[in-house]
């Protein structure tokens, strides 16, 4: 199929492309890698009647370290992430999901804006951005806001951005050095997306008893879900195969998975408790060798 008709608008800068969104907003959208929008707009799922291409906007294309977080600009390639040496030294967790999105074709296109943008719970990034309690900075033609993942995804697909807002970058916690880090997940084919995927990051005391956990699961709610109550368990306690196993059964008590053509709601649940133990194994492993990944 093709897409329906639309006026094509190029902005060749973020105050330019908001201007634009402030005049068109409910009948716009923005392109920016075109990955998630353009089989949208070819199944005529998505008819707007102003189509905003930022893919040449300046200033929006950037990896940098501010302070404590990775500051990434919304039109940075998902390739660009994977080959960067400073998200592999600063955000390992990062650079070892990115390798889960799509293939490279995809990677060589998609933005990490429009990934989050598209708000797909399956997705990668906003696993990632989730688990590390990272930030979403939005903006619009009267400045900048920033919220929390738990913020920004609504629901399925669903967003808090309001029709004359876009996302300007992402900001992803830099991890400790002393941290592990692991993201897994299952899908049916290489690139497709997740059935199941967790991110993890633990750091140990001196003990070997977990001082923190940051816990992740994505693809069986509505959303990317932060596991609060199962990283307060961890907290305080010795890796051990037996509070493994309660951490996988406490996650199986916290998310509603439903069925699809992909699994069922029990198969999901299942295998949500494996991949929680898969992950906080693999990250504690690399926690205890002293590197993050």
């Excluded at 916690?173 to 592990?180: A, D, E, F, Q, R």
């Excluded at 990051?201 to 001196?206: F, I």
């Excluded at 977990?210 to 010795?238: C, H, M, Q, Y």
């Excluded at 996988?248 to 408790?273: C, F, K, N």
Aim: charged share 25%.
């Amino acid at each position: 199929m093709k897409p329906a008709k639309f006026n094509y608008l190029r902005p060749s800068s973020l105050e330019e492309a908001v201007h634009y969104l402030s005049e068109y907003g409910e009948d716009a959208k923005i392109l920016s890698g075109g990955q998630s929008l353009i089989p949208l707009l070819n199944m005529r799922l998505s008819t707007p009647k102003y189509l905003i291409d930022i893919g040449r906007a300046e200033g929006l294309s950037y990896i940098q370290e501010e302070g404590e977080s990775l500051v990434i600009g919304a039109l940075t390639k998902h390739r660009e992430i994977e080959k960067s040496e400073l998200v592999k030294k600063k955000c390992p967790l990062l650079s070892e999901a990115i390798r889960w999105v799509g293939h490279e074709q995809i990677r060589n296109r998609g933005t990490v804006g429009g990934s989050i943008a598209h708000g797909d719970p399956s997705a990668e990034l906003p696993c990632v951005l989730t688990a590390l309690r990272g930030e979403v900075v939005i903006a619009d033609v009267n400045g900048e806001e920033i919220v929390s993942p738990e913020e920004f995804f609504l629901t399925y697909m669903l967003t808090s951005l309001q029709p004359d807002q876009l996302v300007k970058e992402i900001r992803f916690p830099i991890l400790k050095p002393t941290s592990g880090s692991a993201f897994v997940e299952v899908a049916r084919r290489h690139g497709d997306f997740g059935l199941v995927e967790v991110a993890a990051v633990v750091d140990l005391s001196e003990n070997g008893s977990f001082s923190e956990v940051k816990l992740a699961i994505g693809g069986v709610n509505s959303v990317p879900t932060a596991l609060g109550d199962v990283e307060r368990l961890l907290v305080g306690k010795e890796p051990t195969e037996e509070i493994y196993k309660d951490a996988s059964v406490l996650t199986m008590e916290m998310i509603e998975p439903e069925s699809d053509l992909h699994g069922t709601a029990e198969y999901r649940r299942e295998l949500s408790g494996t991949m929680v133990i898969r992950a906080l194994k693999q990250a504690t492993i690399r926690a205890q060798g002293g590197r993050v990944m």
